[in-house]
Nanobody, 120 residues
Framework: QVQLVESGGGLVQAGGSLRLSCAAS????????MGWYRQAPGKKRELSAT???????NYADSVKGRFTISRDNAKNTVSLQMNSLKPEDTAVYFC??????????????WGQGTQVTVSS
C-alpha cells in the first residue's frame, strides 16, 4: 500500500507564490521519478514538472523559469515552488510517483490533488 499526500494549495493573487509539497509513504522500495501534473476545468491533465532520483528535472514550457521542483530522496518527498503565478496556472495539482514496491514491481501512483487558484 502506497499513499501520496499533497499539501500547500490555496488562493493567491497573480504574481504571488505558493509551495506545494507531497509525501510518499507505505511499502516503497525505491522511487524513480516524482512529479507534479495539473488539470484545469474542462482540460486534460498535463505535466508541470518532474524530477528523477538523481535530480534531473523536466519542466513544461508554460512553467519554465517560474516553477522549481525539488526532492528529498531520504524522506520520499517532492515539492514545487511556484513563483510569478498567473491566472492560467489555476488548476488541481496532482503529485505523481513512479516507484518500486517491495515486490519489485514498478507502478504509477497519484495523490488526491490540491487546488491552486490564482486571481487576477
Amino acid at each position: 500500500q502506497v499513499q501520496l499526500v499533497e499539501s500547500g494549495g490555496g488562493l493567491v493573487q497573480a504574481g504571488g507564490s505558493l509551495r506545494l509539497s507531497c509525501a510518499a509513504s507505505g511499502s516503497i522500495f525505491s522511487i524513480n521519478v516524482m512529479g507534479w501534473y495539473r488539470q484545469a476545468p474542462g482540460k486534460k491533465r498535463e505535466l508541470s514538472a518532474t524530477i528523477t532520483s538523481d535530480g534531473t528535472t523536466n519542466y513544461a514550457d508554460s512553467v519554465k523559469g517560474r516553477f522549481t521542483i525539488s526532492r528529498d530522496n531520504a524522506k520520499n518527498t517532492v515539492s514545487l515552488q511556484m513563483n510569478s503565478l498567473k491566472p492560467e496556472d489555476t488548476a488541481v495539482y496532482f503529485c505523481n510517483a513512479r516507484l518500486y514496491t517491495y515486490d519489485k514491481i514498478s507502478r504509477n501512483y497519484w495523490g488526491q490533488g490540491t487546488q491552486v487558484t490564482v486571481s487576477s
